[in-house]
Structures are given as C-alpha cells and as structure tokens.
C-alpha cells in the first residue's frame, strides 16, 4: 500500500496494491500493523455504511466533540464521492482549511481523518456506498457539524443545490460551531 500524506497534518490518502485477475481482485482494506507503520494508529471500533440512491447527496460535514471525537477510514465500495475535511483544532497553523478527495470504487482510495478535523462527502454518481471505521463509538451527546456551504469556508462543492439530511441543513457556521479540539492535543 501506498499512504500519502495531504496538505493538512494527519490526512493520510491511501492508495492499496490491487492484485486483480479474470476472477476480479483482492485488496487488503485494513492491516493494523502497516497501518501504524504508516502513522496510523487507531483501534476501530465501529464499521458505519452509508448508501445514497441519487447524485448530489451530500452529507456533513460532521465531528465528535471530546471525550467522544473520532478518527475515521473511509472508503468506497460502490460509485463515487467528493470527500472534504476541514481542520477545526484551534491554533493549527491550517485552522480552517479544508481538502477535497476523490474516492471512487474503481481507484479503490481510502481516506484517514484523524480527530480533530470535520468530515462530509457529496455522492458524485448515483447507487453510491461508503465503508468508514472509526475509532470512538458515535455519541448523540457529542455529535456536531458545521455548514456545508459555510461562505468563511468556501468549500468547492461539486454541486449547487445538494440533497441534504434536516439535521445537516441546521448546522452553523465554523466561527459559530462548538468544538474543544486544541492543537496538538486530543
């Protein structure tokens, strides 16, 4: 496997080998000792999957408050998303700032989002699923997220008009999210 690291500190892209055939392929999804070689050293404790029927479904972006918040492994298993995380761990150097991937069934990428930062993704095509472990058991309590269309933000969203959840259409602005992610510590 092949992780690289994004221009926010802790994004990791992983890229795995793909041994493929007339049969189809074999891939290793998850190994915990390469993983922890590659800087990634959770215990998952919970595998979520999501699946959207249409396009433009676009869910987040979302967090954990601490004690509760989470890392997460994401990746998709069928269509393809628009996949953003926005650092929101006050004092970082990259407060703020946000990235976009593309995880596709067919480029097989994953995706580690470490504590400390939001996550949401758009479905690119429809019939879309996403696989995504995390490393804290979800929390109502501590559950959060900020505006998808926050303008401070200025997230390039592939979509104007994006098919939202009710809960994901009330979220705040980052300026006016709650959240205890300090930098530099958990």
Not at 100 to 123: D, E
Not at 144 to 165: C, E, F
């Amino acid at each position: 496997m092949k992780v690289s690291d994004s221009k926010l500190p802790g994004i990791k892209l992983i890229d795995p080998v793909v041994h493929g055939d007339q049969r189809g392929f074999f891939l290793e999804s998850y190994h915990a000792g390469r993983f922890s070689e590659s800087g990634i050293a959770c215990e998952f404790v919970q595998d979520n999957h999501s699946f959207s029927s249409e396009a433009g479904v676009l869910r987040g972006l979302h967090y954990q408050l601490n004690p509760r918040a989470q890392s997460k492994l994401v990746r998709v298993i069928a269509g393809a998303i628009y996949d953003v995380v926005v650092d929101i761990r006050d004092g970082s150097p990259t407060f703020g700032q946000w990235e976009a991937f593309i995880l596709t069934s067919a480029n097989k990428r994953q995706l580690f989002v470490p504590k400390g930062f939001a996550h949401g993704f758009c479905t690119l095509v429809p019939q879309t699923e996403v696989l995504y472990k995390v490393d804290e058991f979800y929390s109502s309590e501590h559950d959060r997220g900020i505006a998808w269309n926050d303008p401070d933000l200025g997230i390039d969203w592939p979509v104007v008009q994006p098919i939202l959840s009710d809960k994901d259409s009330r979220h705040s602005k980052l300026a006016d999210a709650e959240n205890n992610f300090v930098y530099g510590v958990d």
